[in-house]
């Protein structure tokens, strides 16, 4: 089953965007707690995707489609035309660090790579994809 | 969307964020914990028990205060979180770091 998603690139969506997951898992019998997991990931994905590639431009339109089939992992795709930072490229700082630069990013990151299975980048059409994915249990 | 209200109990400083913390609302609870310290707030608290949901964001802003609060001797104590906020919170090794504890009456001792 596929559920997409398209929104401006206004942190304000943030929320929308979260109800959009949570709705669409709910019906696949994914636990609350997976659900809650892949919810912080990919907000933490799409602000990012928001703040630094789009300016938090509303204007500025990206899609997120949810790819949720029993016994396969879940499959979230984001799809924009902005600048790729690719997370696989960009190493965490420690948490030692964070708390004396007294950064207040830098976490967000180390989030998705705990949280999720697998990230890559792929291009298509002038679009950049972003394809993440989990395994989860489904009743 | 965040609501942020904050009353005092004993000369403790109650900090109670309603809703969700995210990208967008962490500047709500990065203003409210930096006007309690600007106040003279050495005891403070974190009801959590109606918040919903925290971000990266919002957990950056906790861990951004942590060494002042060393260097200013003010202790802060998170409790009343669901499930999985507290998940939130263990999945970065931060439950670590941070005091966070089931019950007001726990928090309190902590900050004691």
Redesign the interface.
């Known amino acids: 089953m596929k559920y997409s998603y398209k929104v401006g690139c ?3 969506n ?2 929308g965007i ?1 109800d959009f997951i949570r709705g669409s898992l709910r019906n696949h019998g994914v636990s ?2 997976d659900i ?2 892949m ?2 990931a990919i ?2 994905m799409c ?1 990012n995707l ?2 630094h590639a789009h300016h938090c431009n509303p204007n500025d339109l990206f899609e997120l489609h949810i790819f949720a089939e029993k016994n396969h992992p879940v499959i979230f795709e984001i799809i924009d035309d902005g600048t790729v930072f690719d997370i696989n490229k960009f190493h965490e700082p420690e ?1 030692g660090n ?3 630069e ?7 990151i ?2 998705v790579k ?2 999720m299975d697998n990230v890559e980048y792929t291009q298509q059409g002038g679009m950049n994809i972003c394809r993440l994915t989990k395994r989860v249990q489904f009743n | ?1 965040v609501q942020i209200k904050r009353l005092q109990e004993d000369g403790t400083d109650i900090i109670v964020p309603i809703g ?1 913390i ?3 609302s ?1 500047i709500e609870l ?1 203003l409210t914990i930096a006007k309690s310290v600007g106040e003279g707030f050495t005891r403070i608290l974190v009801d959590c028990s109606a918040l919903e ?1 925290i ?3 919002g ?3 906790f ?2 205060y ?3 609060f060393n260097d200013k001797h003010i202790k802060m104590a998170l409790f009343g979180m669901n ?2 906020v507290i ?2 919170f263990e ?4 439950s670590e ?1 941070l005091t966070i504890v089931a019950t007001k009456e726990e928090a309190k001792q902590k900050v004691a």
């Open positions: 206004s942190p304000e943030l929320r979260r609350d707690l809650s997991e919810v912080l907000d933490e602000s928001m703040i948490l964070i708390i004396h007294k950064r207040k990013g830098g976490l967000g180390r989030l705990s949280i | 969307m969700e995210d990208a967008s962490s990065d949901y971000s990266s964001a957990l950056g802003v861990m951004s942590i060494e002042e499930d999985k998940n939130t999945i970065l090794g931060l770091l």
